[in-house]
Structures are given as structure tokens and as C-alpha cells.
């Protein structure tokens, strides 16, 4: 029995003049979507109505019987259950993603998206997957998502990967930051104009976005900035969605958004086989080095800003490091973050290291050096055991480790195995990594 709905409504009619007006023109119950806004019901809109219609003409008895007129509104949501009341019926339920699942209800895919950005509690988004044509379900919220989608604005290369992964890159229409990018395709869409920069953040060009007409924005989650550009697109009848992907730990977590962007163009089953075959190339590779004993050592990053960051040991880069077979030192057990590291610490870590991983922008031993001179002394730099991940990178910056790499876990690990214990991997060629010469 729902007893939420007709409290929650009648707060509404008793307490704001303005709820009407808000239901009508955004279709939501609350007016910020990074709150937990969620689409309302037309069962929930004549609930409204009634008890507003109650509540206007006979004011006084009903403030005289509130609790009366509470009850009969709880018996007519128990009599007249509305179709979102219906158990819903499971469609995908991921393997390793902690952020979504996706559901079939009244005979349309719903995509729900749980706590999308950091700090996020118990916040969740159910999106609708309606057939473009039917207008009516698109016109009644901006919850329900046009399939298969044509015109899409991407905030996170990330999404771009995994649209390439359905074949469906030509449906971008907008990019934050081109340079960035790093799909072939995408990047000579941008160059010749079919492809526009959308900006970032609080830096959003909502005339550009406005003029794409997209079908939806994916958008990452970030509580503050993003909240407004939400509302803004929100208010300009854009519809956005976030995917909480970088919140994922796990490798094979981050590449299952593959299966929830594809279900946005109908091929989630041709995609969740896809990723079936990466998740089980990437366990295969990880299996070959569970029995080694012997684990080397490994230094993470490099200075930034006066302060040594390290990933913590649940953390993503570190996650595929401790697949692949290696030790990062100075991880924080248990954490996801990356945590500064004074100078000192960082350079007795750094003598005791076997190998150096990602050393910021770096793509020389030369370029290293001449960052610090002490570089030169650690062991893994005079012995040549220096590494980045920047073989697959844009003039601008961009690096493809953080776009398709994403998508293909199975890949990186393949690279870090091969770096830390090559005997494994002998016929391995790096596709995402460069030895720093």
C-alpha cells in the first residue's frame, strides 16, 4: 500500500501555491534533480488535484477534520494503486557495478542510478526508455528518455567510450573539453564543426547545448557545480542523465556502464555479451598471477604542488596495480582516495620501489629529471623501470588510458602484467602504456 504519495501531496496543496505550476511545467516532484527529483505520477497529479480542489472550497472543515481527511486519502491510494506501483521485474542486474541496474516496468526499460556523485545518500534516479515516438510519455517528464537516442551531449570522454563500444559515436553531437577526446571519429567530427564544445561546468555554453537539441546530456555528478548546470538544462527542457561511472572501484565495475549507456540505444544484449568477454579475459589474466608469491613494489604518481599523492588500496588505479601482481607503497588500506604524501616519506617509498607508474605528465627519464634532479637517484628510474600511461594520448593532454581504457580493463591489465611480470605475458606489446626512455 502506498501511504507516501497522498502525505506527500497533501503537504504540497496545504503548504505552497507554487507546487501546480511546478508539476505542469517540470513534471517533478522537487525542483532539484541532484536532490533525488524524481518524475511524478499522473496518479500522483489527480491526487493533487483532488485534494487541493477538497482543500480550497471547504478550507475550514478540512482543517477542522485534517486527519479524517489523511485517512480517506490513504484508503484511495491503497484502492486505486497507480502503474509505478507494480513490482518491477529485474532486466539487468550487474555483475560488478555498484551504481546501477536497470528494470522493466510497464513494458519499458527504466535505468535507475544510485548516489551518482561523491558524498551522494540515498539518492536514486529511475529513467524511462520510451520509444521517440511516443510523444506523449516524452512530454509528460524529462525522467523519460527518447530510444534509440540520435543526438547526444557527452560531459565525460568516458561516455564516449562506451557509446563506441554500441557503434553509435555518430549520435554525439557536443563534448566537454575536445581536447580530451581521443576517438579517431569523434576527434575529425570536431575538427570539421559537426561536433561542438558544450564547456565545462560552470563554464557551460546552454545556447550551444540548446542549439544541439540533444536527446539527453550524460553527465557525471558533481555536487555543486553540476547541480546548477543540471537545473539550468532542466529548466531549458533539456533532459540529463548521470552516470556515476567514476565512482566505480572496481575495473570491471567502471567498464559495466558499457551495458547501461547501450541499453540507451537498444543493444544491451549484444553489449552484455561484450562485456561478458572482457570480464572474463581480465579474471583469466588476473588468475595467471594469483599464485605469485613474490609481488614487486611500486611508486605511484609524482609531486604535485609540494605533496606526493598515492592512491589508497581501494582505489581504481591501485585495484588494477594489486590485479596485475604489484605492491603500491604508501597506499592507505581500505581508501579509495588518493592521500598526499610529504616529500620525505614519498622519497624513502621511491628508494624502495621495484617500479615507477604514472608519473604525471611526464614522457621522458630527460623531461622527469627535469622536474627534479633527485629523480635520478631511485632506483627504478636509473634502472629504466619507469613507465606512463601516456602511449595513446592528444596534443592537448588527452589520454585514451582514461577514455577507451575504461571500456577495455582487460587491456590495461594485460599492459600492467606484462610491465611487472613479463614472463607471464611474453608476446604482450604494450597498447596503453610507454617505458619513459
Known sequence: ???????????????????????????????????????????????????????????????????????????????????????????????????????????????????????ASNVHYAYRLVPR???????????????????????????????????????????????????????????????????????MSYETVVRLRPDVVLAYGVAGEMSSVADKLNSMGIRVVFLGDYLEDSPLGKAEYMVAVSAFYNKEERIAEIFQAVADDYNAVKALVDPVKQRPTVLMNAPWRNAWYVPGTANYTCRLVYDAGGEVLGAHEGSRD????????????????????????????????????RFATIPAFRQHRVFNNSLRRTPEGGSDFWESGVVRPHIILRDLVGILHPGLLPNHRLVYYEQLQ
Request: with cysteine; aromatic share 10%; glycine share 6%.
Open 1 to 119: 500500500m502506498n501511504f507516501f504519495v497522498p502525505l506527500h501531496v497533501l503537504k504540497y496543496c496545504l503548504f505552497s501555491s507554487a507546487v501546480e505550476q511546478l508539476i505542469r511545467n517540470e513534471q517533478v516532484v522537487g525542483s532539484n534533480p541532484m536532490r533525488g527529483s524524481r518524475p511524478i505520477t499522473n496518479y500522483e497529479l489527480q491526487i493533487f488535484r483532488l485534494t487541493k480542489s477538497i482543500f480550497s472550497r471547504h478550507k475550514s472543515f478540512v482543517i477542522r477534520n485534517l486527519k479524517f481527511v489523511i485517512i480517506i486519502l490513504v484508503l484511495a491510494s491503497c484502492t486505486n494503486p497507480s502503474p509505478s506501483a507494480v513490482a518491477p521485474e529485474a532486466f539487468y542486474t550487474p555483475q560488478y557495478a555498484k551504481g546501477f541496474y536497470i528494470t522493466r516496468e510497464g513494458g519499458h526499460k527504466v535505468l535507475h542510478v544510485m548516489n551518482p556523485w561523491q558524498g
Open 133 to 203: 515516438d511516443d510523444r506523449q510519455a516524452l512530454d509528460s517528464s524529462l525522467m523519460n528518455i527518447p530510444i534509440p537516442l540520435e543526438r547526444v551531449v557527452c560531459l565525460s570522454t568516458t561516455h564516449i567510450a562506451c557509446i563506441d563500444v554500441s557503434d553509435e559515436t555518430a549520435t554525439v553531437v557536443g563534448v566537454s573539453g575536445p581536447g580530451y577526446v581521443t576517438h579517431p571519429a569523434v576527434r575529425s567530427a570536431i575538427a570539421a564543426g559537426k561536433v561542438a564544445d558544450v564547456g565545462y561546468e560552470g563554464g
Open 338 to 373: 588518493s592521500a598526499p604524501l610529504s616529500l620525505e616519506l614519498a622519497y624513502i617509498y621511491a628508494q624502495q620501489a621495484d617500479f615507477w607508474l604514472h608519473p604525471n605528465a611526464a614522457c621522458s627519464l630527460h623531461e622527469l629529471k627535469a622536474g627534479d634532479p
